[in-house]
């Protein structure tokens, strides 16, 4: 195998052992994307001076700018554009931000830089996180690895495509609604969604505040408990952020599962989702099972208005994120005859038209005589919810359900129909709205070798017991099948 077709805890061996070294593996992830990004476009930007990070990375071992102890020090990560990165184009998807270079580090940019990282670029994603298949990106779609003309999934698809071709040993997303964990089951690889909380959210550009949260793209469950550990913690500078106790995920990541009580909530086997999901969950589910899980039927019965709950919280908190953009301090401008003018212009030039119906459906539901009817209601809908899952996990330790309902759709099928594309994140949103922890892990292919995503929830902070159990359904899966 190639070296950037080695897992990070496979790569930090041989850089221990000094067996390679980071400019090695820097220079065949450069080969990989000047093979395949063409065919793929996984980045909106990718950095000219990876070598050059290469070549200080011993200097800075040496010197103790990088932690020493850290699994991460030389490996070539990639950053969703939405995330900032000081002195580094951040645009995310959009026209509006086409030129934007912040002048700071996202917190999680500051933990990678401490890890020891070397940053490869910034991925593609849709227009301010506002998709579920990389089609809304004022840069162009992005291409699933898996398969010529369809999607990679979204928002995140840029990331979870660079993993999967092999363009990047690990990537960062973020996820409102299932833009983790979609991607990363339509591409075939591991994506997380960490608590709400848990990672800090300072530096990522605001899609839904109460919704967004950071989360790490891996080939395995290993690599995704390493940079979990990296980017997890306290920080004072979010004010959502939890400050508990990080614990060490990797030593979650044991193959007993013995005992372990797993939820499969009828809500979401529904009518609509494609026979080979279905039947690809439902084995890996049975392997679970033989593998000394306990697994019980149960109700999530507020699953039915989640779709509708989200779409009204994640438009209106968008409707109020994006007002600051406006062409007056940073980002694209378009010149009026008068300030008014000037904003009409700039914002009706520079967003996207799924940017443009977010932001109309948002502003809609929080005006005068609409607030209580739609942004309120929605808000207490969204309590049910979250109070389902609390019952739930009182009986169970982990919910397994399909990540997606699909595997990966043609390019352009869903995307003049905003419905059918909204029910694309139908089983992944309500963590969201919960703030509960969810990873998808693949559980198999199609008959036309697509990939299948299995989606592990967990309780809050519980980050450790969805990895333990999805490093063990793994452990089987790599024997070269994906059920006992």
């Known amino acids: 195998m190639e070296l950037n077709e080695l897992a990070c805890h496979e790569l930090h061996e041989k850089l221990a052992k000094k067996e390679i070294t980071s400019m090695d593996i820097v220079k065949a992830v ?35 700018q990088v932690d020493k102890e850290s699994l991460l020090w030389g490996i070539p990560v990639a950053i969703k554009d939405n995330i900032c990165m000081d002195g580094r184009r951040t645009t995310a998807g959009s026209k509006i931000l086409h030129n934007f270079i912040p002048p700071y580090d996202a917190t999680v940019i500051e933990k990678l830089k401490n890890a020891g990282v070397i940053f490869i670029g910034k991925t593609n994603m849709d227009e301010f996180a506002f998709g579920s298949s990389t089609e809304t990106s004022n840069f162009g779609p992005t291409i699933n690895p898996s398969r010529e003309g369809r999607v990679p999934g979204g928002s995140s698809g840029g990331s979870a495509a660079a993993v999967a071709a092999d363009e990047a040993i690990l990537s960062l997303g973020s996820d409102t609604g299932g833009s983790i964990r979609q991607p990363a089951s339509l591409c075939g690889v591991v994506g997380m969604k960490p608590t709400y909380g848990r990672v800090s959210r300072y530096g990522l550009i605001a899609f839904g505040s109460s919704l967004d949260q950071i989360g790490p793209f891996s080939r395995d469950v290993t690599d995704c408990a390493i940079l979990l550990n990296a980017l997890s913690g306290y920080d004072s500078r979010d004010s959502t952020s939890v400050n508990r106790p990080v614990p060490d995920y990797t030593k979650a990541l044991t193959k007993n599962i013995r005992g372990v009580k797993i939820g499969i909530p009828k809500e979401y086997f529904i009518e609509g989702i494609n026979a080979e999901v279905k039947k690809a969950v439902e084995r890996a589910i049975e392997t679970l099972k033989k593998l ?55 914002r009706a030039d520079g967003f996207g038209k799924e940017a443009k119906r977010r932001i109309m459906l948002g502003t809609y539901a929080l005006s005068a005589g609409y607030y209580d009817a739609y942004y309120l209601k929605a808000n207490k809908v969204r309590t049910l919810i979250r109070q389902d899952f609390e019952k739930v996990f009182a009986k169970v330790d982990v919910i397994i359900t399909p990540t997606s309902p699909t595997p990966a759709f043609k390019i352009g099928e869903k995307l003049d129909d905003p419905l059918k594309m909204y029910l694309s994140d139908i089983f992944t949103i309500s963590a969201n709205l919960a703030g509960i922890p969810g990873i998808s892990i693949p559980c198999g292919l199609t ?38």
């Open 30 to 64: 450069e080969k990989q994307i000047a093979a395949t990004e063409k065919n793929i476009h996984a980045y909106i930007t990718i950095f000219d001076d990876m070598e050059e990070q290469a070549r200080k990375i011993v200097d800075k071992l040496t010197s103790g």
């Open 292 to 346: 000394g899980a306990e697994v019980v039927e149960i109700s999530l019965p507020h699953t039915e208005y989640a779709v509708a709950t989200y779409y009204i919280v994640a438009t209106a908190e968008a409707s109020s994120n994006l007002a600051r953009y406006d062409g007056v301090k940073y980002g694209h401008r378009k010149e009026g005859t008068s300030i008014v003018d000037m904003y009409g212009k700039t």
């Open 447 to 484: 008959k036309n070798d697509l990939p299948i995503g299995l989606q592990i929830l967990g309780k809050h902070f519980d980050e450790e017991g969805i990895l333990r159990v999805a490093y063990a359904y793994e452990q089987i899966s790599k024997r070269g099948f994906y059920g006992l």
